[in-house]
Nanobody, 125 residues
Framework: QVQLVESGGGLVQAGDSLRVSCAAS????????MAWFRQAPGKEREFVAA????????HYADSVKGRFTISRDNAKNTLYLQMNSLKLEDTAVYYC??????????????????WGLGTQVTVSS
């Protein structure tokens, strides 16, 4: 099992920056891909960004490309999402996810076996 705990969410103004973190524990060696998803009120959960533990390959949703940066610190078993130039539409609960080897695409929820409980990010005007 892998446990994921997000932190760092909060209330910010449009244009501000915020960094959310995800602390992983347990059998983290069994995972090779970690990601951030988000879910806004009344909407489905959507992919934000993903990163491989080994190679550091990253992927981003078009809506956040150029504004958000996903990174990880393997020594600390921690995943980060640096969010710059935040917009009102970035308001959502942000979830950390981890998955082992698999064939499902990285941008689908099915790819991930473990999920955190989420951290709220609210962007105000």
């Amino acid at each position: 099992q892998v446990q994921l705990v997000e932190s760092g969410g909060g209330l910010v103004q449009a244009g501000d920056s915020l960094r959310v973190s995800c602390a992983a524990s347990g059998r983290t060696f069994s995972t090779d891909l970690m990601a951030w998803f988000r879910q806004a009120p009344g909407k489905e959960r959507e992919f934000v960004a993903a990163i491989t533990w080994s190679g550091g390959t990253t992927h981003y949703a078009d809506s956040v490309k150029g504004r958000f940066t996903i990174s990880r610190d393997n020594a600390k078993n921690t995943l980060y999402l640096q969010m710059n130039s935040l917009k009102l539409e970035d308001t959502a609960v942000y979830y950390c996810a981890a998955g082992g080897p698999g064939s499902n695409p990285y941008y689908t929820s099915r790819r991930y076996d473990y999920w955190g409980l989420g951290t709220q990010v609210t962007v105000s005007s």
